[in-house]
């Protein structure tokens, strides 16, 4: 298969239908929950199933800007440079849509919109730095200073990832611990084959839906610089 068929045909076409699979998933596959009294849970509990996805896909994201930058520098690469910028605006929107999902799902499951706990306040601290990222790219003046200082800025700023994703580990934190309990306090965990397939599909789905964007995103980004070097040539 051809790289064009990968990105323009078969990559979209998986992506949409793997997508597809997972909200039909959430809707009809998985099981009625129940609350701790017994109580059947209404829908708000399924948010979660997009919710955690997301979370991981940012984290994702985040990560690959992380080691392109660490490349680049290395190389002086500026392929390495045109996937830190890609995966940064496909990644800042999914720290949006963190944001987004686990305001709706605490004000179904507690109540508030938010709370200054500390996975809501790591997780809004995320986004600004990778907001803060596009930024100083958009500010910065000079193709390699641009790159160089956003590749210095995107390796620094990586310590906002694992200082998120352990946060509910280091500080006492309203949000439940989802994997790695072992205090049996019940605080968090996934019992039964249907919802950890559904969460294992969705992880899935939402990987794939960030690749397919990262990858439209850099033959973009490619492109207009192609365009810029013959208008420079033109002049």
């Known amino acids: 298969m051809s790289e064009s068929f990968l990105r ?111 996975r809501l306040t790591t997780s809004l601290a995320l986004f600004l730095v990778y907001v803060a990222y596009i930024v100083l790219r958009q500010a910065v003046d000079g193709v390699d200073k641009r790159a160089r200082l956003a590749s210095v800025f995107g390796i620094l700023g990586f310590i906002s990832v694992p200082l998120s994703f352990l946060s509910i580990r280091l500080w006492r934190s309203a949000h439940p611990l989802m994997f790695g309990d072992t205090s049996g306090s019940g605080g968090g965990g996934l019992e039964g084959t249907s919802l950890q397939l559904t969460l294992l599909v969705n992880v899935i789905a939402f990987t794939l839906l960030f690749i397919t964007l990262v990858v439209y995103k850099m033959r973009n980004e490619q492109m207009e610089e192609r365009a810029d070097e013959i208008r420079a040539s033109l002049d």
């Not at 997009?50 to 985040?62: N, V």
């Not at 690959?64 to 190389?75: A, E, G, P």
């Not at 002086?76 to 929107?93: F, N, P």
């Open 8 to 118: 323009d045909k078969f990559l979209p076409v998986l992506s949409a239908t793997t997508m597809l699979l997972a909200i039909g998933m959430i809707i009809f596959y998985l099981p009625d929950m129940k609350g701790a009294s017994g109580e059947t849970l209404d829908m708000s509990f399924r948010i979660f199933y997009f919710h955690m996805p997301i979370a991981i896909t940012s984290y994702l994201a985040f990560t690959v800007i992380f080691f392109s930058s660490i490349l680049f520098l290395r190389t002086g690469k500026y392929g390495y440079d045109i996937l830190s910028r890609s995966a940064s605006e496909v990644g800042v929107i999914f720290a949006f849509l963190v944001l987004a999902t686990g305001s709706i799902w605490a004000r179904a499951t507690w109540g508030w919109y938010w709370v200054w706990e500390p």
